[in-house]
């Protein structure tokens, strides 16, 4: 494995324009589980009652309950997560000028406590709400919004007080939502994804399974145009046939390894 990493070292190093594209796999060793490994969030609750605008208005309806634990038992694992040494090590690259942006499909934020300034949110931040009427967009930090949510949860949870205990809008008064991508959303941010992804040398693609469209082109994107992929991934790499460099291992215990090799 090590010439794995002192080529994927190499390739960095020798690299104009290296971006990375991350997946809920980045935070796996942050305490959050990723959605299609076994024991994932799908494994445990269905897509169809908490993954869609639908689902969860008729699951808020008729199993308040069942959705008040979901709820609970996220925000803990949110509240509870910090950067681990693979998000450390993506930061530190940025830092070091060999990393332009990273794409992420995570809501979690946590390319940014990391230290990356220039993270492309996909799927949206948990943290931030979204007007449902205007789309004005409110930022709050991350304690401020959990605290939006824990008091949500606590008491009565019925439309009528979810509505009362959202966010309003400063534009127009109206309810906000989370700004995050449910099934059947809209991507964000996704033209100006495939627009660095065509412009990379390298795309590092770390803890994601490939599979959610049109999210998973980005690899694909670089390396028609001719860029390498490096691929990290400990159990169900999507990318191996694209992939220069396919590396089996955890993002949090490979990335500072090529780092230290880079800085060699
Ligand atoms: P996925 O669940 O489909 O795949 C996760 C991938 O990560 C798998 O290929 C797995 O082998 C790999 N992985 C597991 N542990 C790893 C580790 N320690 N290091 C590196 N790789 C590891 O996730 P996806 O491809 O990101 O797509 C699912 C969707 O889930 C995305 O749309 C995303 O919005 C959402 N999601 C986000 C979070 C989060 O914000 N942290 C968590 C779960 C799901
Ligand atoms: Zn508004």
């Not at 990393?99 to 230290?115: F, R, S």
């Not at 994601?208 to 400990?234: D, M």
Request: hydrophobic share 40%; with cysteine; glycine share 8%.
């Amino acid at each position: 494995m090590i010439e794995e990493i002192r080529k994927a070292a190499e390739l960095i190093k020798g690299a104009k324009y290296t971006i990375a594209f991350t997946g809920a796999g980045v935070s796996q060793e942050s305490g959050i589980p990723t959605f299609r490994d076994p024991g994932g969030i799908w494994d445990i609750v269905s897509p169809e009652e908490f993954g869609t605008a639908q689902g969860l208005i008729s699951t808020l309806l008729n199993k308040p309950d069942k959705l008040r634990e979901f709820l609970k038992n996220s925000l803990d694992t949110m509240r509870k997560a910090k950067p681990n040494p693979g998000h450390v090590a993506l930061a530190e690259l940025e830092r070091m000028g060999l990393l332009k942006a990273v794409i992420t499909q995570n809501i979690d934020n946590l390319h940014q406590e990391a230290g990356n300034q220039n993270v492309y949110e996909l799927h949206g931040n948990l943290y931030r709400f979204r007007c449902t009427q205007c789309r004005d967009i409110r930022k709050f930090e991350k304690n401020e919004a959990l605290s939006i949510f824990d008091n949500i949860i606590e008491g009565e949870l019925d439309i009528s007080s979810v509505m009362e205990k959202a966010p309003k809008c400063l534009s127009c008064g109206s309810v906000m939502r989370p700004d995050v991508v449910l099934f059947g959303e809209p991507v964000q941010q996704l033209q100006e994804s495939f627009a660095l992804a065509a412009q990379a040398e390298v795309t590092l693609v770390l803890g994601t399974s490939g599979t959610v469209y049109p999210a998973a082109l980005i690899p694909r994107i670089t390396r028609e145009r001719g860029g390498w992929v490096i691929e990290i991934n400990p159990y169900s790499p999507g990318y191996t046939e694209l992939a220069t460099v396919s590396i089996q291992g955890k993002s949090g215990e490979i990335m500072p390894v090529i780092i230290e090799e880079i800085k060699k």
